[in-house]
Structure formats: structure tokens, C-alpha cells
T-cell receptor, first 112, second 114 residues
Framework: DVKVTQSSRYLVKRTGEKVFLECVQD?????MFWYRQDPGLGLRLIYF???????EKGDIPEGYSVSREKKERFSLILESASTNQTSMYLC???????????FGDGTRLSIL | KQEVTQIPAALSVPEGENLVLNCSFT??????LQWFRQDPGKGLTSLLL???SQREQTSGRLNASLDKSSGRSTLYIAASQPGDSATYLC?????????????WGAGTKLIIKP
């Protein structure tokens, strides 16, 4: 079974802090994704990556950056956290375009 | 622009009933359609993926159908159980024009009453 592991289930940070969310997958998937999920807004894609060192902006990249130095790890970075970035963050991976996307358990991030 | 709609937003049925969840999309040019479930406070679990050339996929008590021409998919759950209570989301994958990204529905919250 595919395992996508997000480093934290719950995280509380302060406004202005630099926040790192980590995601690791164990199936050698090329594609990895970061979403945020908010009530009434559904799932929104922040960034995705097709390969090591590659990244593409999703629908809402502002205020975020990503890093993919190794194939199995995709990190989401909040450069200067703000209260409107309080959300559930979901990481996903998949093998190829026509393969199912597999999700981690999510990180519920609160910015105070 | 592709839009994905799931109706109803919420559904409550007694245990044991067979039920159908609906997903519609506006543009038939899709690569595949995927159904997920999400338990409260958790990530998404992939249930079924239907390729654009397929009509249906089955896994256990779940059956998903796809009708591209009408822009519709259904998820059929047989003999529902309380453990089936969750939010069910569908998503369609568009092609190169969208960088192969999923377009998501808002989900149907399903409650199975014991």
C-alpha cells in the first residue's frame, strides 16, 4: 500500500513565523502535491511537482513556496505565516498522470 | 472551464439501504474520474478511478460508473453500513491544458443511521 506521511497532525504557529510542512511518500512516485482544504472552499491546489527539483504553481501559490530535493520528500514552506493561512493542509502523491492520487492524513495548522 | 458538481451536499439514510451519489462535470474532455472518501479530520482515501475509456469500476460494495457524453458519474454503495459514513468527493483529471490537475467537486456528506 502507498504510504504518504505528513510530519505533523496538528501545528500551532505565530504570525510572521516561517513554517515548514513536510511530506514523505514511500512508493517512488514522481508526482507530489500540496493542497489546502477550507470549509466552503473545498480542496485548492497550492503547488505540485513532477520530479526532483521541479515545481509548478497551483491555483493559490501566494504566500507559499515548496522544496523537492529528494524524490520522496516534498516540503511546503510558509515564508511568513499569516492568520489567513490557518487551514487543513493535505499532501498527495501519484505515480503517473492516469494513476490514483494518494493522500496523507493532513496537517491542521493554526496561525495565531 | 471545467466545473464539477456533487448533489446532494448531504444525505442521511438508514443502514442497509443501497444508495447512489452523483457527480457531474461540464466538459467531457477528461482523462479519468476519481472517487475519494474523507473521514472527519482526516486525509482522503482513493476509492475508485475510472479511465475515460471505461464505463465502470467495482470494488467490493462500491460501483462507480462514468458517462462522458452526459458529463455524469455515479457512485453506488450497496448494503450501506454505519462505517460508510464520510464525505465522498469526486474529481476529474483534465489533460495537458490543465497540467493534468484534478478538478474537485465539493463533496457529499453521507450519514448512515444504525
Amino acid at each position: 500500500d502507498v504510504k504518504v506521511t505528513q510530519s505533523s497532525r496538528y501545528l500551532v504557529k505565530r504570525t510572521g513565523e516561517k513554517v515548514f510542512l513536510e511530506c514523505v511518500q514511500d512508493m517512488d512516485h514522481e508526482n507530489m502535491f500540496w493542497y489546502r482544504q477550507d470549509p466552503g472552499l473545498g480542496l485548492r491546489l497550492i503547488y505540485f511537482s513532477y520530479d526532483v527539483k521541479m515545481k509548478e504553481k497551483g491555483d493559490i501559490p501566494e504566500g507559499y513556496s515548496v522544496s523537492r530535493e529528494k524524490k520522496e520528500r516534498f516540503s511546503l514552506i510558509l515564508e511568513s505565516a499569516s492568520t489567513n493561512q490557518t487551514s487543513m493542509y493535505l499532501c498527495a502523491s501519484k505515480a503517473g498522470h492516469n494513476q490514483p492520487q494518494h493522500f496523507g492524513d493532513g496537517t491542521r495548522l493554526s496561525i495565531l | 472551464k471545467q466545473e464539477v458538481t456533487q448533489i446532494p451536499a448531504a444525505l442521511s439514510v438508514p443502514e442497509g439501504e443501497n444508495l447512489v451519489l452523483n457527480c457531474s462535470f461540464t466538459d467531457s474532455a477528461i482523462y479519468n474520474l476519481q472517487w475519494f472518501r474523507q473521514d472527519p479530520g482526516k486525509g482522503l482515501t482513493s476509492l475508485l478511478l475510472i479511465q475515460s475509456s471505461q464505463r465502470e469500476q467495482t470494488s467490493g460494495r462500491l460501483n462507480a460508473s462514468l458517462d462522458k457524453s452526459s458529463g455524469r458519474s455515479t457512485l453506488y454503495i450497496a448494503a450501506s453500513q454505519p462505517g460508510d459514513s464520510a464525505t465522498y468527493l469526486c474529481a476529474v483529471l483534465r489533460g495537458e491544458d490543465s497540467n493534468y490537475q484534478l478538478i474537485w467537486g465539493a463533496g457529499t456528506k453521507l450519514i448512515i443511521k444504525p
